[in-house]
């Protein structure tokens, strides 16, 4: 009975070992190594930490890898301010159907692939699209209005791109606080502002980290919406180690790239948990 | 003097339905009044409008003489202790207590010493530091009343906060409530379904029922002298019985339940005419049990019969007495031991006054 459990247990974990070994481990030890060679002559590597260096010592770099980590915070607490009062909307004050309507409205722009959907965004925005139109009929604008390439375009895909995976967890956090709480905090004095900071934020904190962790990282990691919104130019960190990868064939560098927006991520996840004073445990149980 | 708390044909409309009719009602300062009544009665409803959660549809609701209408809930002098008590998780019990008086602006200094007094007077120094979760149930509850009494309300609300508790528990909370409200002195406007909650602690009662007052007063008005046959029926334990009037003699009538069985009894209410339809109620206390008919000669109902059933319950056991005609009558047992042998099967005779029988014309 006692092996027979253990062999259950060993074969239900098999699965995800695998997943985690041959998905997640071997390629990033495989990163890391390829991140640590150095190419001497033709064939030739040596061990070094020059691909490196070379990242802390092009300003470019620097600059691009400084640019997504800032753009990327942005992203995630314009998305924040965004669907915060949306989520609130479809936990506390939608009823039944409404709400399971609202619920999939926000899934909706998810059964089109994210190409298309930034496509979408770029028929709208282009010089001769529908808003650039609309403003030369209205008599704002004298001539056709370049909205594309710019940062502001990005920050709207961005937003757009991550709206659901900050919905979702902050309408399951709102949906566990118990309306009577909410109505004690009005009966004991409070106003709509205070019962917002002293109640509904701190019960929803946990959504609220989750869920930006979730959208940061997205953001952070996303290529084709920066890409294609931003034009050639956008400088986001993706679109380095795509070029180092596939255009320039240069995978020491590009692997080395790879490994400092994994550190990246890191250290800023980090910081938000320490700053905020959730644990994974909590914001991800 | 102004009653703390007045309610003027208070109405509250839900789409098609009238859950709150007219309902008028006030309290003297310093009271406990309690709504009592069955679930989906409308006492909620009544609680939630007084608090300022719901407008009314029509009439008024007035404390210490100020006309509450269109008064948001964090502007009105009432506070709520809701069903689960709703304590801020997030905060620990000082910061749950100081809630208020932080939200009217008081120094902290102040707001550390109102703590501190609350907490003593509820019986619970020193707990100021802890969290909610770590509390009991019978200490959240406290914890809850001073969240609410440390702001001075002249009202204050309580819905059925005892429902959650366990037995034991509750009928100690029941006590220590009563004694809190005197501790404090403020008006206590209390809901329950819980009779029992109701006419322990309560100076006045109303019972409610389908959104209108049945009938307020004291426990003992409501439990001796109930007006209508709900009040009869909801509040304490009755036999009941449908019957038709056969005879009116000024003020007591005599009744024959379907089976057959002759009852005499006090008419309550609207005067019954002859051949009506009515309802009897019986306490089960109110009837003696004997073993020979003399005992019973003071009653004008008399009647004999077997023991169909025990049902023992220490101090409240009872015997189920099948009458002639077959009627099953509840008795309470008498506590004083002469009883005690007594076995399913055994002939007995029970007696009562009339004047312990009520009985109402039947509606509709």
């Avoid at chain 2, 009719?21 to 309690?34: E, I, K």
């Avoid at chain 2, 003593?120 to 149930?137: K, M, Y």
């Avoid at chain 2, 008419?267 to 008919?293: H, M, S, W, Y």
């Avoid at chain 2, 077997?306 to 099948?322: D, E, P």
């Amino acid at each position: 009975m006692q092996s027979q459990a253990r062999l259950g247990f060993f074969l239900l974990l098999t699965p995800l070992l695998l997943w985690l070994g041959l998905l997640i481990l071997i390629p990033h030890v495989d990163m890391a190594l390829l991140s640590l060679r150095e190419r001497v002559g033709v064939g030739q590597y040596t061990t070094s930490l020059a691909n490196y260096g070379i990242f802390f010592g092009e300003p470019l770099y620097m600059w691009t890898f400084l640019r997504t980590a800032v753009m990327s915070v942005l992203a995630t607490v314009i998305t924040l301010i965004i669907a915060f009062p949306v989520a609130y909307y479809i936990a506390k004050m939608a009823r039944g159907r409404t709400r399971s309507a609202l619920f999939l409205l926000c899934l909706v722009p998810f059964w089109v692939s994210e190409l298309v959907r930034t496509f979408g965004w770029m028929i709208l925005l282009r010089e001769t699209g529908l808003f650039s139109s609309l403003l030369q009929w209205a008599g704002l604008a004298t001539g056709p209005v370049e909205m594309l390439y710019n940062d502001a375009a990005i920050m709207v895909g961005l937003v757009y791109t991550s709206m659901l995976f900050m919905v979702v967890p902050l309408v399951t956090t709102l949906e566990s606080l118990d309306d009577a709480v909410i109505e004690a905090g009005y009966d004991l004095g409070g106003s709509g502002l205070s019962v917002l900071r002293e109640i509904i934020i701190p019960h929803a904190m946990p959504g609220i980290v989750s869920g930006s962790i979730v959208v940061f990282m997205l953001s952070l990691g996303n290529y084709l919406t920066p890409t294609m919104l931003g034009g050639k130019d956008s400088l986001w960190f993706t679109e380095l180690i795509y070029s180092q990868f596939i255009v320039r064939f240069n995978w020491e560098l590009g692997a080395a790239f790879g490994f400092m927006l994994l550190f990246l991520s890191s250290v800023i996840v980090w910081g938000t948990l320490r700053l905020t004073g959730q644990t994974l445990e909590r914001t991800m149980g | 003097m102004t009653p703390d708390l007045e309610c003027r044909t208070l109405c509250k409309r839900f789409g098609d339905t009238l859950a709150v009719q007219d309902v008028s009602f006030s309290v003297a300062p310093g009271s406990f009044f309690s709504i009592l009544g069955p679930s989906g009665c409308g006492k909620t409803t009544i609680m939630r409008m007084i608090a300022g959660f719901l407008e009314p549809t029509g009439g008024d609701i007035r404390i210490k003489g100020r006309s509450m209408l269109n008064v948001p809930p964090n502007k009105r002098p009432v506070n709520m202790v809701f069903q689960h008590l709703a304590l801020f998780p997030m905060m620990n019990v000082a910061d749950n207590i100081g809630y208020g008086l932080r939200r009217a602006g008081l120094p902290k200094s102040e707001i550390v010493r109102k703590v501190g007094e609350v907490l003593e007077r509820i019986g619970l120094p020193g707990i100021g530091s802890r969290r909610v979760d770590e509390l009991s149930g019978g200490q959240k509850q406290r914890v809850a009343i001073a969240r609410c009494m440390v702001l001075e309300p002249d009202v204050l609300l309580l819905d059925e906060p005892l429902g959650a508790l366990d037995l034991k528990l509750r009928e100690r909370m029941k006590i220590e409530l009563k004694s809190l409200q005197a501790a404090f002195d403020t008006t206590f406007v209390y809901i329950t379904h819980d009779q029992s909650e109701a006419l322990v602690m309560s100076d006045q009662i109303a019972v409610m029922n389908h959104g209108v007052f049945e009938q307020v007063g004291t426990a003992r008005d409501l439990y001796y002298r109930p007006e209508t046959a709900f009040v009869a029926g909801f509040v304490g334990d009755s036999n009941r019985w449908a019957g038709t009037v056969e005879q009116v003699d000024g003020s007591t009538v005599a009744l024959r339940t379907a089976e057959g069985l002759l009852i005499r009894s006090r008419a309550q209410g609207k005067a019954l005419a002859k051949g009506e339809a009515a309802e009897i109620f019986l306490r089960p206390e109110a009837i003696r049990v004997a073993r020979d008919a003399a005992d019973l000669a003071q009653f004008d109902n008399q009647v004999s019969g077997v023991v169909s059933s025990l049902l023992f319950n220490g101090a409240a056991s009872r015997i189920l007495v099948r009458d002639e005609v077959g009627e099953e009558i509840e008795v309470t047992l008498p506590q004083s031991g002469e009883f005690a042998t007594l076995s399913r099967g055994a002939p007995v005779r029970i007696g009562w006054s009339g004047d312990q029988t009520t009985c109402f014309a039947r509606q509709g």
